[in-house]
């Protein structure tokens, strides 16, 4: 069983910083991608920030040169660091991990149950 917990998430001021935490434990052989998803009410669950196993991140036009996506592989462990917070930036954010349980297993996509960032103006 794999379990993804978030942390970090609060109520910040337009223009403040957030930072976000994700661990992942359980049964894990490997971790190839993992990343964060935000949905807001009445919108669709979008990508914020994603970042491979080699390294390579890529960022939602709507977040970049804002937030930073970070990894310990050490520790199974993601972080978002979210400067120059705006208030269309409140959301749930998720982390998610693709990930495989075992040499020569599938690979599948697991879920935190979310963080809530609210961004007052």
């Known amino acids: 069983q794999v379990q993804l917990v978030e942390s970090g998430g609060g109520l910040v001021q337009a223009g403040g910083s957030l930072r976000l935490s994700c661990a992942a434990s359980g049964r894990i052989f490997s971790i190839n991608t993992m990343g964060w998803y935000r949905q807001a009410p009445g919108k669709q669950r979008e990508l914020v920030a994603q970042i491979t196993s080699g390294g390579s991140t890529n960022y939602a036009d709507s977040v970049k040169g804002r937030f930073t996506i970070s990894r310990d592989n050490a520790k199974n462990m993601v972080y978002l660091q979210m400067n120059s917070l705006k208030p269309d930036d409140t959301a749930v954010y998720y982390c998610?991990?693709?990930?495989?349980?075992?040499?020569?297993?599938?690979?599948?996509?697991?879920w935190g149950q979310g963080t809530q960032v609210t961004v007052s103006s």
């Open positions: 998610n991990a693709r990930l495989r349980t075992g040499w020569g297993t599938p690979v599948y996509d697991y």
